[in-house]
């Protein structure tokens, strides 16, 4: 098998003036934890869609498990395991009613993995489908996912509108799934606890582009946060290279900076800062850093007409 589980090559997705793919090329390794990570709109979820084959790139090509994304058999997709927000399941069906249909479905479906996570989840064998909870929906969504012993886990913002207590009970449902069976899972989230406890890997998509791809930790080597003391006359460093962000906090400004090193520190006393000190990133910060950058509300208004 190839070392990728995803290969995607200079993908396109184009609707009516907005361009949510643009000519993205991007590979992740079999076996780890990919966090994808980007801004609303940056395209994660058309992304998602295309590699699933629920819809059509403009241009580009993505192979999934060694196979074109436009030609999934079904064998190929009893391979994948998907989870999205909006855990779709058939309403009208019990609960154990869907386990029973999916259980034949899967050839290698995993009775223990199902109970072990479902477990977690205030869920009735009897109960109606339609009656479950979001956050019961998004337990057994998990359940079925994880029970088809997928070699690539997808998921596309399993966790939003679960409550602290849900949330965490699919985490460690997810994790320790995770450990026994090692799988590539492909995880989208605007979640930073959750892309800080699961991620080997960060994928970070700015408008389509791919703008990062490395594990977390060097990231977090590669973003330095500043805080410089200009004395009250605060030059505009904006447009100063490698700057993400600024903010001015009690008359101090504080940047987050991208691959600067140390010698931005003498950059900013030649702006004129008296005083001026370095700190480590978290990740939470670093990605915020990049997600800030390119973000909508940094653009210049567009003139009146
Ligand atoms: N069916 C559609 N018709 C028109 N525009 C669309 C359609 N689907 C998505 N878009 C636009 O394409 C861009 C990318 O959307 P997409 O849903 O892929 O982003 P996302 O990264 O998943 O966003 P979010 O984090 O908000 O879920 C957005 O600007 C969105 O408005």
Not at 51 to 68: E, K, P, R
Request: with cysteine.
């Amino acid at each position: 098998m190839s070392d990728y589980a995803i290969h995607i090559e200079g993908l396109s997705v184009r609707y009516q003036r907005k361009q949510a793919l643009d000519k993205l090329s991007l590979a992740l390794e079999a076996g780890c934890v990919h966090a994808v990570v980007g801004a609303n709109g940056a395209g994660k979820s058309s992304l998602f869609r295309v590699l699933l084959g629920f819809q059509t790139a403009d241009a580009g090509s993505a192979t999934i498990l060694g196979c074109d994304s436009r030609a999934l058999t079904p064998a190929l997709r009893g391979r994948i395991g998907f989870v999205n927000e909006e855990h779709r399941l058939p309403g009208w069906m019990r609960v154990d009613e869907l386990t029973a249909l999916q259980r034949r479905q899967y050839q290698r479906w995993n009775d223990a993995r199902f109970d072990e996570v479902i477990r977690n989840f205030n869920v009735e064998p009897k109960q109606k489908v339609g009656s479950l909870s979001r956050g019961e929906r998004a337990g057994i969504s998990l359940a079925l996912a994880l029970a088809q012993s997928p070699e690539l886990l997808m998921l596309d913002e399993p966790t939003l509108g679960l409550d602290i207590v849900a949330k965490r009970a699919f985490m460690e449902s997810l994790m320790l799934a995770n450990l026994s069976e090692r799988m590539t899972i492909v995880y989208c989230s605007h979640q930073m606890d959750e892309i800080e406890r699961l991620a080997d890997k960060l994928v970070i998509m700015e408008r389509g582009v791919l703008r990062f791809a490395a594990p977390p930790h060097e990231l977090c080597a590669r973003v330095q946060m500043w805080v410089a003391d200009f004395g009250g006359a605060v030059p505009d460093v904006r447009e100063q290279p490698g700057v993400l962000r600024t903010t001015l906090i009690e008359g101090l400004l504080h940047l987050t900076v991208f691959d600067r090193g140390a010698a931005f520190g003498d950059e900013l006393r030649r702006l004129g800062a008296a005083n001026v000190q370095a700190m480590d990133t978290t990740l939470g910060n670093a990605i915020d850093g990049m997600l800030s950058r390119g973000h909508i509300s940094n653009q210049p208004l567009p003139k009146a007409a």
